[in-house]
């Protein structure tokens, strides 16, 4: 008794691609991130800006980077001068960053001339 399959079952199809779409939705995630890992606080209003701004990052062990590159110790000053005086500077800082560090690194940028000094934050 042959019985002639008329009809294809797509239910293995529909799991494979549900397993693909997770597969890249969580590699896209991970990808999206920044290559700094940095636990930024939280705000309730938060700023957003249209240019492309210079992004000072600092670290929870207190490592500075400068759009994505290490800065040496004291060496915030040297890096800082090749942009221009006009332009915005977004500092990144990780929660548990002392104030104290978070401040001094602040008062250099502005020291440097450069007016338009923000805090990027995480919105609630």
Same mark, same amino acid.
């Given at each position: @008794?042959?019985?002639?399959? +008329?009809?294809? +079952?797509v239910i293995?199809?529909?799991?494979? @691609?549900?397993?693909?779409?997770?597969?890249?939705?969580?590699?896209?995630? %991970?990808?999206?991130?920044?290559?700094?890992?940095?636990?930024?606080?939280k705000?309730?209003?938060?700023?957003?800006?249209?240019?492309? #701004?210079?992004?000072?990052?600092?670290?929870? +062990?207190g490592?500075? %980077?400068? +759009?994505?590159?290490?800065? #040496?110790?004291?060496?915030?000053?040297?890096? @800082?001068?090749?942009?221009p005086?006009?332009?915005?500077?977004?500092?990144?800082?990780d929660?548990?960053?002392?104030?104290?560090? %978070?401040v001094?690194?602040?008062?250099?940028?502005?020291?440097?001339? %450069?007016?338009?000094?923000?805090?990027?934050?995480?919105?609630?």
């Amino acid at each position: @008794m042959e019985r002639e399959v +008329n009809q294809i +079952n797509v239910i293995p199809l529909v799991d494979v @691609m549900l397993v693909l779409l997770v597969i890249v939705l969580t590699t896209a995630t %991970f990808i999206s991130t920044g290559q700094i890992p940095v636990n930024l606080a939280k705000a309730k209003e938060a700023g957003d800006h249209k240019d492309v #701004p210079v992004v000072v990052t600092l670290t929870a +062990n207190g490592d500075l %980077f400068l +759009n994505d590159r290490p800065v #040496p110790p004291d060496g915030l000053k040297t890096v @800082m001068l090749a942009h221009p005086r006009e332009s915005l500077v977004v500092v990144r800082a990780d929660k548990v960053t002392l104030l104290e560090r %978070f401040v001094s690194v602040v008062d250099e940028i502005r020291g440097l001339g %450069f007016q338009s000094v923000s805090l990027e934050v995480v919105r609630l």
